[in-house]
Every structure is written in C-alpha cells, then in structure tokens.
C-alpha cells in the first residue's frame, strides 16, 4: 500500500464530505507529526494499532564482510514499531486463512 492509496481509504472512509487533496493534508500531518516526535525522542502511543518508539542500539563489533576485518560500529538510535496485540491477532488471521 502506498501513501497514494491510504489517502484513498481515508477519504472513502470519510464519505462525500471531504475531497482526497484534504485527505492528504490529514494523512500528510499525521505523518510529519509522527516523525517530528520520534525526532524529538518521544513515544506515539495509538490504542488498538501499536507504539512508535525510539530505541538506541548499543556500540557493538561488527565485521567487514570483504575484509574480515572487526568494525565497530557506533551507538545510534532508531525508529521503532510494536504492535498492539489486536494488530497481531488480525494479522494472525492471515496465516489461519491461507492455510
């Protein structure tokens, strides 16, 4: 799914009242927002859908694969995504249905 087509749903979702270049404004906002706060270390927390969060990876030794040689590489934050346990059990579904 792209952000072209999530726009889209929004938009149907919404009904009549509300044109999809609005819906981007949303879906648009929504997702700056998102990112401006995990820029700013902070945790976005939507029930029923999951938790963004920032976790910072430890210093660590990794290798060259060319080379062989030890790297070590750096300690750095990262954007992360848990989901909440309503999101898994849908998801879950998906392996009940295909197979």
Do not use: Y
Not at 21 to 28: E, T, Y
Not at 51 to 77: C, E, I, L, Q, W
């Amino acid at each position: 799914m792209t952000k072209a087509d999530l726009v889209e749903q929004v938009a149907d979702a919404i009904g009549p009242g509300i044109t999809k270049k609005d819906c981007a404004l949303v879906v648009d906002g929504f997702l700056n927002a998102v990112k401006v706060a995990l820029a700013h270390g902070e945790n976005i927390e939507i029930r029923g859908f999951g938790t963004f969060k920032v976790r910072r990876r430890k210093t660590r030794m990794a290798r060259n694969p060319r080379t062989g040689d030890a790297v070590k590489v750096p300690m750095r934050s990262v954007p992360v995504f848990k989901p909440s346990k309503h999101l898994r059990m849908r998801v879950e579904r998906l392996d009940e249905i295909g197979t």
